[in-house]
């Protein structure tokens, strides 16, 4: 029998993509899990439509369609704590979040700071339901003290080293982290906060961490740690990255490092957008504690116009799973972090879109095309040629996150209960429909 001229066609939706220039009614054609063919209705297309099966064609008409979204961010636990996650629930996370490739950070048991680590979880994720890309370590064993084999990471598959959860504190070391990974043009991403003024603190220090007597990680430590980095980025010329921004003094020292042409990029999750410390003393829920702290309603507001102004490029969830024995405690012994993948669209739809900060668009350029570019990814795009990995959702569709629901093995969200608009419809990874709401 002839092989079918297509494998799947995305019908009647509203295309998305700010690099295609366009947000226009199409039709996608896809075949051998590329893009081959984007076009509006025509009597061709819809000869073409008749010969295809019944679930070769998904209807997407009132749905928008956009680039697979990119999650630079993600931490999947596996090696060594595959009760919080692994890579398949990870994978599985990610589709029911509309997101096709995922970054995944090397603080692991043991750490990806070697070849044979970043080789494992590529096997894991074979046949996953997101492509995974792997971070390693800028440091051994993250510890600050000695570089890893960057070279050996890079020649493995690793697509930018970062020491995620810790701050590189020592700055000749950085540096040289900063030389090495010009050499082999990747990106650093940095976790910063200044240790000597960041460590021991449980949530942003505040009057609400003096009202609640709760031990401070002070802005001030994340902007010093920004612009020390920033000007090691400039003497070296390498692609520095700031992972998580969430004080004012950073988002300010990362719009004038940009300004001067420095090789910056930057990142925000959408807890910092969405959420203040006010919250903590309401509730104490500890899926309220992560590093860096949520922080003031000027820092919220801070992140909000760096996205908007482009100075922050890129929206990360940094999904963070932990399972419920080191949640269900007292706060300051909590261990940081939330679960993000499944809620991150419909935040920004809620609260970036729906509020006029950003239109669909923005949030696509800052949800797929940046992230995939700042990390030399496949995607981000669906011009014709490139591969299938697409999301359809429901724009205004509403819904209430259910911890039930999750698909991730963690359940830390402090969202269970909050309403959004806008929700993943279908996933599309390769061509394949992988998630489907
Ligand atoms: O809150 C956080 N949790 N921040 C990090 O940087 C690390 C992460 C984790 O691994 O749990």
Redesign the pocket.
């Known amino acids: 029998m002839a092989s079918k001229k297509y494998d799947l066609v995305i019908k009647g939706g509203r295309v998305i993509d700010p690099a295609l220039g366009f947000g226009k009614d199409a039709d996608l054609f896809i075949k051998d899990g590329k893009i081959v063919k984007i076009e509006k209705e025509t009597a061709t297309t819809r000869k073409d439509l008749k010969s295809l099966d019944e679930n070769q064609v998904v209807d997407a008409s009132g749905k928008i369609v956009v680039p697979g979204l990119v999650d630079i961010h993600v931490?999947l636990r596996e090696p060594g704590r595959e009760g919080a996650e692994t890579v398949e629930t990870g994978c599985q996370a990610a589709a029911a979040g509309g997101f096709t490739s995922i970054c995944c950070?090397p603080?692991t048991s043991p750490c990806i700071d070697n070849q044979e680590t970043v080789k494992f979880v590529q096997d894991r994720a074979t046949n996953a339901l997101a492509r995974v890309f792997v971070v390693g370590a800028i440091t051994k064993e993250l510890a600050g003290k000695e570089l890893a084999e960057i070279g050996d990471l890079v020649k493995a598959g690793a697509v930018a080293v970062s020491d995620?959860?810790y701050y590189l504190q020592n700055p000749d070391i950085m540096r040289r982290a900063l030389q090495y990974t010009r050499m082999f043009d990747i990106p650093l991403m940095q976790?910063a906060e200044d240790r000597f003024l960041c460590d021991g603190g449980v949530m942003n220090e505040s009057f609400q961490s003096s009202r609640l007597g709760l031990e401070g990680s002070p802005a001030v430590g994340e902007e010093i740690a920004v612009l020390r980095d920033i000007a090691l980025c400039r003497i070296t010329g390498a692609r520095l990255h700031i992972q998580?921004v969430s004080a004012r003094g950073a988002v300010e020292a990362i719009r004038k490092a940009k300004a001067e042409g420095i090789n910056v990029t930057a990142e925000v999750t959408p807890h910092h957008m969405t959420l203040t410390d006010v919250e903590i003393g309401k509730t104490f829920d500890t899926n309220l504690r992560?590093?860096p702290p949520i922080r003031t309603e000027s820092d919220r507001e801070a992140v909000i116009e760096g996205l908007v102004d482009g100075t922050i490029d890129c929206i990360a969830s940094?999904h963070?799973p932990?399972p419920e024995e080191v949640k269900d405690c007292e706060f300051d012994k909590a261990?940081?972090?939330?679960i993000g993948l499944e809620t991150s669209l419909g935040l920004v739809k809620t609260f970036l879109i729906d509020k006029g900060f950003l239109s669909w668009a923005d949030a696509v350029r800052k949800m797929s095309y940046n992230p995939a570019r700042i990390l030399n990814l496949e995607g981000g795009t669906l011009t014709e040629g490139s591969i299938a990995d697409i999301t359809i959702i429901d724009p205004d569709k509403k819904w209430t996150v259910r911890r039930e629901k999750f698909r991730s093995r963690s359940r830390n969200s402090p969202f269970v209960g909050w309403r959004l608009s806008g929700q993943v419809y279908r996933t599309v990874l390769g061509g394949r429909v992988v998630f489907e709401q």
């Open positions: 931490h950070m603080n995620d959860g976790h998580h992560v590093n940094d963070a932990h261990a940081p972090g939330m």
